[in-house]
């Protein structure tokens, strides 16, 4: 099992931006794929960004096409935290934001799924003001 807690979310004004952070604890997240995935009220969840770190030290990453260029997802294994930088954020990016955890690879496909992830955790409101 592993638990996942995220914070950082909070009000923030458009073209500014915010650190996500998400602690992760139960097992070493050095084997996962760690990902953020974004929601609004009515609508479904959605894809942001993930990454994948293999044994021989390659790492892959996924972005979702809107954010790509803005938002950067990092980990620290050995501390189990993973982030989510946030640069120029537009109101659009406004949303409950929740980290992710699959054991193994789970970036078959290019924008995965929340069925790819097996750990979620309770989420944190980002709010982008015009």
């Known amino acids: 099992q592993v638990q996942l807690v995220e914070s950082g979310g909070r009000l923030v004004q458009a073209g500014g931006s915010l650190r996500l952070s998400c602690a992760a604890s139960?097992?070493?997240?050095?084997?996962?794929?760690m990902g953020w995935f974004r929601q609004v009220p009515g609508g479904e969840r959605e894809f942001v960004a993930a990454e994948h770190w293999s044994a021989s030290g390659t790492r892959n990453t996924r972005y979702e096409d809107s954010v790509m260029g803005r938002f950067t997802i990092s980990r620290d294994n050995g501390k189990g935290m993973v982030y989510l930088q946030m640069n120029s954020l537009k109101p659009e990016d406004t949303a409950v934001y929740y980290c992710a955890a699959g054991e193994g690879w789970r970036l078959q496909m290019t924008l995965p799924s929340p069925g790819s992830f097996d750990y979620w955790g309770q989420g944190t409101q980002v709010t982008v003001s015009s």
């Open positions: 139960g097992r070493t997240i050095s084997s996962y794929t």
